[in-house]
């Protein structure tokens, strides 16, 4: 962008102007396009994998009304599906932002993240849906979760 600094205010009175649906696509775009740069690397011996999972931010109350969880509480979660090239490098193949209310079913943001695909998903017991691993099953999607304790 050729800027050699920007104060923290200008850049959010820019952001607040900038539709987020734009951001979104671009963010869409560069990961198709790391996508096809890594189309044929593959993580020794076990083919193209994605891992799937999410994370909490908290935010403060005053700011984040819209992100309510609790009387003292406010969060987002991101969820992501990372394509990794190998064991150090990874990219964006898919995002979901929700409120961190969510963060009682992970299995909601699953039919964004997870699409047929050469990949095998990986992911832990907060996503377990049997009736939705059937039905990958079913359509050939490749996945690994890891099992509830008993």
């Known amino acids: 962008m050729g800027l050699s600094s920007i104060r923290a205010s200008s850049l959010h009175r820019k952001l607040e102007r900038l539709p987020t649906e734009s951001l ?30 999410s994370s909490m ?18 969060a987002i979660k991101l969820h992501l599906s990372l394509g990794l090239v190998n064991e150090t490098t990874s990219y964006p193949l ?5 409120t961190a209310v969510v963060s009682d079913n992970d299995d909601e943001v699953l039919a964004v993240l997870v699409e047929p695909s050469d990949f095998t998903y990986v992911f832990d ?4 849906n049997y009736g939705r691993y059937i039905a990958w099953n079913e359509n050939d999607i490749r996945f690994v979760a890891h099992p509830l304790q008993q």
């Open 57 to 74: 931010v908290t935010l403060g109350s005053k700011r984040a009304e819209w992100a309510y969880v609790s009387k003292d509480f406010h």
């Open 24 to 53: 979104q696509e671009l963010c869409h775009q560069a990961a198709k396009k790391l996508a096809t740069m890594y189309c044929d690397v593959s993580l020794r011996s076990l083919g193209r994998l994605a891992a799937v999972d």
């Open 94 to 98: 898919r995002t979901v932002l929700s």
């Open 125 to 128: 017991r907060g996503y377990v």
